[in-house]
Structures are given as C-alpha cells and as structure tokens.
C-alpha cells in the first residue's frame, strides 16, 4: 500500500510514521509537513528506503494533486494540524485554514485523484465533545459540542470527513483520542514544558487553578488503535480512545516536580518552587475523560502501557535528549 502520513514531523506523526515502518513492511509512506517546528522529529525515518518526505502545505490542493498522482497514493492518515488551542486564540482564521481546509483538501485529493482507493483515517480530539463535570465519560455518541477555536476546526474537519463518506462513498475511520504523552513531543505542549522548564529551573506555568482535569494516553497505545482501526473498523467508524488515566493538572504537575527531583538529585520540594499559577485560559474546558469501551468490545484494543511506566519513559527521554531540545528551540 502507498500511504500518505500528513503531519510527520509532529509529536504523534512522527512516532506513527516510525511505528508503521516497523510494523507493516509491505507499506510505502510518504510523509507531508509543514514544519511549523522544524526537522528535529523527522531524524528517526527520513532515510528509510520506505518513506519519501515531502516538505509542504496540506491547503495547498495543487501539491496534494500532485503527491496523489505521482506517488499513486492509495490510503491517508492525517495527524497534521495547527495543535495548540492557545495559538487558534491568537489565530483562529489560520488554525481554522489549516484544520478545516487542509482536511478538505486531501479529502478532495482522494475523491478526485486515488486511482486506487484505500482508506482515510483522521486523528481527531476528544475537545470536539467540549467538557463535562466530574462524572462520566464521552463516548462515540456524545454530542459534538466544542468550546475555543481548536476544538471547533477539529469537529468541522470530523464532520468533513463523516460527509465524504456518506456523500462519495470515501472510505473512512476516525480517531477522538484523549491527551496524548510521550517522546517527541514539543514543549509548547503542557507535559514537555513542565518537563523541559522543570530541569532548567523556569517557572511551571499553571492556568486557573489547576483543578482541570485531563485524561492521558501514551502514544505507541493510540498509534496501536489507529492500526487496528485502519485495518479493521466498518467504513465509516469513530472511536474514543483514552489511556484511561485521569489527572488533576497540578497533581500531575506535583508528580512530575518529585520525579525529577529524584532524577536531579535535587532536595524534596525543590522543583514544585518553580510552579506558577497563571491567569485561566478562555473556554479552558474543565475535564475531558473518553469510555473506550466499544474500541475494546468491537477490535479487542486496551492501553497496553500504564500511566507510572509512559512518563518514566517519557521524562528518561526528554533528560537524555537535550541535543533535541536545543535543535527544537532554535527552530522557532
Ligand atoms: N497531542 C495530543 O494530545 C492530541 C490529542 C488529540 C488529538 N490530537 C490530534 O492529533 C494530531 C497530531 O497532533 P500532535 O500532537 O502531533 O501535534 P503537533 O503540533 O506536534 O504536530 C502537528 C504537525 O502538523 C504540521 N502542520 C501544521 N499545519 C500544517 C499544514 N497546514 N500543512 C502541513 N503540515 C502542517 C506541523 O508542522 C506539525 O509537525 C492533530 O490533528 C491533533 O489535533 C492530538
């Protein structure tokens, strides 16, 4: 199969493109990114002799024409977007170009230019269902409700590809996965930063309270769900995928402060000094937590990493990679 991975050189594409050359080799991958944060997470694949990567805009329809035709591209996984609901409230009109008409794009360049038609499998959110209280869970039948600009292009490009199906007869499967944690990722994002600020001694900026609560799912298990859903699910399928692990924003922060004391060698207490409350988010959702269950019952998949093993590997990776750390930063 000749697949299109878009967003490649993000946190999730990127270990999704590493996994996929691992796990299918009968596949040929070729890979779309903008770079919006630069090269660092392309280092692991760019000389597989199975992937091609191709620097560019997924708004841009002529290139995507063009990659449908010349690399006879059969099936897409699209991870790429404008991520951070801080940058669509500073910038909602591009977030919404990048989200909802990137999406368009590839999906017209399947309609129109797939000579051979696989299937198209979107990485969505959990935020397009908006926040809920302290009980229960979304799942695949929860009303689309979303509250800051991310989460609305999100759920637009969901129900673009929802049409398509319906509409072309397209192929397609979707993801709504709660946060994703892990190697790679870029410390604009909240567990990396905390991270990445906590060893150099920066304050660990804390929005509100820091009672929001999140759910958590280490990378390597959402990629694992989105093989098992590309290969398996019905056309036409979403399914909520969550870790399964429920936190407090300050206590995971708090977590994190004592784990890197530890690894510092630093006296008790030290790291949490640095932490900083800082003025909320607007719309900032209160909890998202994501019922799995029928991803478990329909294709058999469940978290395979658990909460305490992803982030001691995540936190080892981030001390052992500051050489990735200064090439991101410099980057920007
Ligand atoms: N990280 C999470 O916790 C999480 C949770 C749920 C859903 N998602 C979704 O997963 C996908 C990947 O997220 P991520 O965390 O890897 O984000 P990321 O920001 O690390 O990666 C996104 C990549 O998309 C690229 N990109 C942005 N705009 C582009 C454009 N117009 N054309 C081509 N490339 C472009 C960027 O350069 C970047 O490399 C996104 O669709 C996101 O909405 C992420």
């Not at 395979?304 to 980057?331: C, K, M």
Request: proline content about 5%; aromatic content about 10%; overall charge negative.
């Amino acid at each position: 199969m000749n697949l299109l991975v878009t967003g490649s050189a993000g946190f999730i594409g990127a270990n999704l493109v590493r996994y996929w050359l691992d796990n299918h080799p009968n596949d040929s991958v070729v890979s779309l990114d903008k770079l919006v944060y630069g090269r660092a997470n392309l280092a692991e694949f760019i000389d597989h002799p199975r992937h091609t990567f191709v620097q560019g805009d997924i708004a841009d329809a002529e290139l995507i024409e063009r990659l449908f035709v010349e690399h006879r591209i059969e099936s897409v996984i699209h991870a790429a977007a404008q991520s951070h609901v801080d940058v669509s409230i500073q910038d909602p009109v591009g977030t919404i170009h990048a989200n909802v008409i990137g999406t368009a794009a590839l999906l017209e360049g399947m309609r129109r230019h797939a000579k051979v038609r696989g299937r198209f499998h979107l990485v969505s959110t959990d935020e397009v269902f908006g926040s809920l209280g302290d009980q229960d869970a979304f799942r695949e039948t929860s009303p689309y409700s979303p509250n800051n600009p991310y989460s609305a292009s999100k759920a637009a490009s969901d129900h673009l590809v929802r049409a398509y199906h319906r509409t072309f007869g397209i192929d397609v499967s979707i993801t709504n996965c709660s946060n994703n944690y892990g190697p790679h990722q870029y410390p604009d994002k909240f567990l990396p930063k905390m991270i990445c600020n906590g060893v150099d001694g920066q304050p660990l900026p804390v929005y509100g309270d820091g009672k929001n609560i999140r759910e958590w799912l280490f990378v390597d298990d959402h990629c694992r769900a989105i093989d098992l859903i590309f290969h398996n699910a019905k056309p036409g399928s979403a399914y909520c995928v969550g870790g399964r692990a429920e936190w407090q924003n300050i206590e995971l922060v708090h977590l994190l402060c004592e784990i890197l004391d530890e690894k510092l060698d630093r006296p008790a207490g030290t790291t949490a000094r640095q932490i900083a409350f800082v003025a909320d988010r607007p719309g900032h959702d209160y909890r998202y937590a994501m019922d799995s269950s029928r991803l478990r019952s329909d294709l058999g998949w469940s978290p395979q990493v658990s909460f305490e093993d992803g982030l001691e590997t995540t936190v080892n990776w981030y001390l052992s990679r500051p050489d990735w750390i200064e090439e991101v930063r410099a980057s920007r």
